[in-house]
């Protein structure tokens, strides 16, 4: 029997729609066709007026970065828990990365924001792990009084609100990951947006040089000159890849009203659980269900034994995620001069700088949130395999 759940299903819809754009064109050099098209459905839905595709959400966040024009002395303060890619691009900047701790959600902290700033502070960078909204309002507040530019990783976070505002409006730049596991995908690829015209200029320059440019920049702009080398990368993102996040940012909405529901029964299957806590937004948000953290209530439990026997169950798809971790605990972040000389002797994080990150990464089990109304029997098994585990715990 096949106990995993399969994101997403290839079905005749994407079929068509990546058949559809082999007739058309497999690179587009421009803002043209189906690039043009995504790109305007993506920020409408996010009230944004800018947006710019690239071939992965890393890429983009690098655009962001260069975007803001930073540079070595400035300091951008990051969450010390999220992927490492919300943060590696910000090194190619010469700019310093300030890791902050996080929340009980595991997102950073508005107080660690607060306690951070100083008058070296260019910046502020949120991601909403795992789906669950960061406290925007009150992070963007602070970054308005101290003038401080805000950048939203949203990768986890498709479609996610707070009091009915879309994550990725509250920023000066917002960052989406369209790679194989996110909400909206095309196998590869990510997507910028901006309200703010000179970010997004730069941002086109970096990465999308000559056509692109040419026909974004105004010709009475300082930054036009430059627009046949643009900076002298290329970040395009592959059209058929775009023509299958198409299909599925189109069913967004329901795919996310699908995993509500789901989240929903779990998490009340598991309101009184004394092992494991179902880790939920706070009220006014919504989260995009990217997938349902569990937290270890109780210490004494061993979490690797946990989540064996979860597997033994015929549970294949519970999972501890590793590489995203406490940065502190990466070579990079402890030792960045093995890689980028620049930083030796800027910032050197060690293992105890985070300790809230850190018990937070230790006490964590991953489930996938399914998509499909037709995977409820599967579901059911995944909440009864659980329940019987847990039972042996108790």
């Known amino acids: 029997m096949n106990n995993r759940f399969v994101w997403p299903r290839i079905d005749s819809n994407i ?32 009230s944004l007026t800018h947006a710019l595709l690239c071939n992965s959400g890393t890429n983009a966040l690098h655009s962001a970065y260069v975007a803001m024009n930073l540079h070595k002395g400035d300091e951008v303060l990051v969450p010390s828990y999220t992927f490492f890619a919300t943060v590696t691009p910000l090194l190619w900047t010469g700019a310093t990365p300030v890791l902050c701790d996080c929340d009980d959600y595991g997102n950073i902290s508005i107080e660690e924001i607060k306690r951070k700033t100083n008058k070296k502070t260019r910046a502020v960078v949120v991601t909403h792990m795992w789906g669950i909204p960061c406290d925007m309002e009150n992070i963007q507040a602070h970054c308005k009084l101290k003038k401080l530019l805000l950048l939203e990783d949203c990768s986890h976070a498709h479609g996610a609100t707070i009091n009915g505002k879309r994550v990725g409006a509250f920023g000066d730049l917002a960052v989406w990951s369209l790679q194989g596991q996110k909400t909206v995908t095309g196998g590869e690829g990510g997507i910028l947006c901006t309200n703010n015209a000179e970010l997004y200029y730069r941002a086109v320059l970096l990465g999308h040089y000559n056509k692109r440019a040419k026909q974004d920049i105004p010709p009475s702009h300082e930054l036009a000159k430059y627009a046949t080398t643009g900076m002298g990368l290329k970040y395009r993102a592959h059209p058929l890849a775009v023509a299958i996040a198409s299909c599925l940012f189109r069913d967004l909405d329901s795919i996310l009203k699908t995993r509500n529901s789901y989240a929903k029964k779990i998490t009340k299957e598991l309101e009184n659980c004394s092992i494991l806590q179902p880790i939920v937004p706070p009220t006014g948000s919504t989260s995009s269900w990217y997938a349902l953290i569990l937290k270890l209530r109780d210490k004494k439990i061993d979490r690797e034994r946990l989540y064996k026997d979860f597997i033994e169950a015929g549970l294949p798809d519970m999972d501890i995620p590793n590489s995203t971790s406490p940065l502190n605990l990466l070579p990079l972040f402890s030792k960045p001069e093995g890689l980028f000389p620049v930083y030796k002797g800027v910032f050197s994080y060690k293992r105890g700088d985070f300790p809230i990150a850190e018990k937070h990464y230790e006490s964590i089990i991953k489930m996938p949130i399914p998509s499909y109304t037709d995977e409820a029997p599967l579901f059911d098994t995944y909440i009864q395999g659980i329940k019987k585990v847990l039972k042996k715990y108790e």
């Open 15 to 46: 079929r068509q729609a990546v058949l559809s754009q082999l007739d058309q064109s497999i690179s587009i050099y421009d803002r043209s066709g189906i690039i043009k098209s995504f790109e305007d459905e993506f920020a409408l839905y996010h």
